[in-house]
């Protein structure tokens, strides 16, 4: 089971920009599609954005489109998600996953549960 642990968040004011990063335990990540989610106080978790195994292709959220930019390093295991022009309703806990391909990442249909996640808070 892959185990994904996210980092970079914190707390940012409106227009700043944050790198977050997700590492994962196994040596198949390159064989995943990787998306990022969030989860703001009292609302349920949304997809953000998703890369495929190759990194060839990309979707994102209307909300972040032309904003947050999501890429991988397969050579370590890694995924990222540069955030610009962040808004305070970018406020949230930022999850990363892993999926058998894009479409299923985007279904919320993902490799094991979900990790802690990593705390973003922009203010206004």
């Known amino acids: 089971q892959v185990q994904l642990v996210e980092s970079g968040g914190g707390l940012v004011q409106a227009g700043g920009s944050l790198r977050l990063s997700c590492a994962a335990s196994?040596?198949?990540?390159?064989?995943?599609?990787m998306g990022w989610f969030r989860q703001a106080p009292g609302k349920e978790r949304e997809f953000v954005t998703v890369?495929?195994?190759?990194?060839?292709?990309?979707h994102y959220a209307d909300s972040v489109k032309g904003r947050f930019t999501i890429s991988r390093d397969n050579a370590k295991n890694t995924v990222y998600l540069q955030m610009n022009s962040l808004k305070p309703e970018d406020t949230a806990v930022y999850y990363c996953?892993?999926?058998?391909?894009?479409?299923?990442?985007?279904?919320?249909?993902?490799?094991?549960?979900w990790g802690q996640g990593t705390q973003v808070t922009v203010s206004s």
């Open positions: 996953a892993a999926g058998s391909n894009s479409g299923a990442v985007v279904a919320g249909q993902i490799f094991g549960s």
């Open positions: 196994e040596r198949t990540f390159s064989r995943y599609a």
């Open positions: 890369i495929s195994w190759t990194g060839g292709t990309t």
